[in-house]
């Protein structure tokens, strides 16, 4: 057990470097406040007003609210806690974090699962030497919309690819984490990486980008998905790969933050040695054919134009989570507009 000392240095140091907004110190206090302010309401003034329901009011009433402000700050204070416990592993691992951090501009992530419009929120950002991780979720623009179709939030970890490569995604059959999230693969090839693994993965690549994708997908390298990332989806774009997580992995635990870093290490470097020698034969196809001015400054990555992006949609759970979402909007303008021209009375 650390000792006190230790650990009001730690809290100090949370809140400094995180700000008194972003460390959550803030809403912290300014919820304190505001709870004793509304149960001092609801305590004195409300009887006054409603003398009747007094007893019920005092009983009842005001400890419910008690109970609901309680829990509140609670939760407020333990994301503090976990943010502390997180910096304090990320320093001794020589990684950059940030706490939480909201922004409306557009995300500067090129994965699939990353709006084009609109804001996001990230929070427990820690950030190293060609990698990074985060718990991410979109904000949707000023018209309520998400260009990917997000419905959900997600973990990932980011790191960087040796080259670039084509757009390459898998997702799992059973359980696929961007699926999850509102978004399917929307173009493209959809092809197995090995005949055991076909019944756990789907392999998605750009038309004429079969024989790349298997070589970059080996049976190993989705043996070692398996064993070590279950029910995660992963995508290689550009030169970096994303790895994808449904539920956040509980990184404020020591153990569980080395464990990712060792898992994030072997994938890399699984990755590294799979890539490293990777050339693309579309693009060098098309610049001994003379390409267009287009397809030329996307080959200045190395990598067709054809092969740079697989078109994303909207999945089927998102689209019934819309609906569900907007349908009771729509009900209500059915109402009142069925009402004024007098089909309906109310």
Known sequence: ??????????????????????????????????????????????????????????????????????LSLALTLRSMRRGVLLQSWARHRGLGYVHQHRA???????????????GYVVRHHLIGDGFES???????????????????????????LPTFVPHLVVTGNRRSVLRAAGLAIGSGRKLGGSIEFDSVFTLHCPADYERDALYIFTPDLLALLIDHAPGCDLELVDNSAYLYFSREPKIWNERVADDLL??????RRKLERQTRSYADGTREREVGAGASSSSASAAASGVSLGGLRLASKTSTRGRAVALAVWMPGFAVIAVVVAQALGWISL
Do not use: K
Not at 42 to 59: G, N
Not at 262 to 267: I, K, M, T
């Open 1 to 70: 057990m650390e000792h006190p000392a230790l650990v009001m240095r730690s809290w100090s140091r949370f809140i400094r470097s995180q700000g008194l907004s972003g460390s959550g110190f803030l809403a912290f206090v300014g919820g304190a406040v505001f709870a004793a302010a509304v149960v001092a309401v609801a305590w004195v003034v409300v009887p006054l007003l409603l003398p009747s329901q007094e007893l019920l009011i005092r009983a009842i009433g005001v400890p419910l609210l008690l109970a609901g402000l309680v």
């Open 262 to 267: 060792a898992v994030v290490d072997r994938l």
């Open 104 to 118: 409306t501009r557009n995300s500067p992530w090129s994965g699939a699962p990353f709006p084009r419009t609109g």
């Open 134 to 160: 985060a718990r991410f979720r979109s904000v949707p623009d000023g018209r309520g919309y998400h260009s990917a179709g997000l419905v959900d939030s997600f973990t990932f970890v980011r790191f960087d």
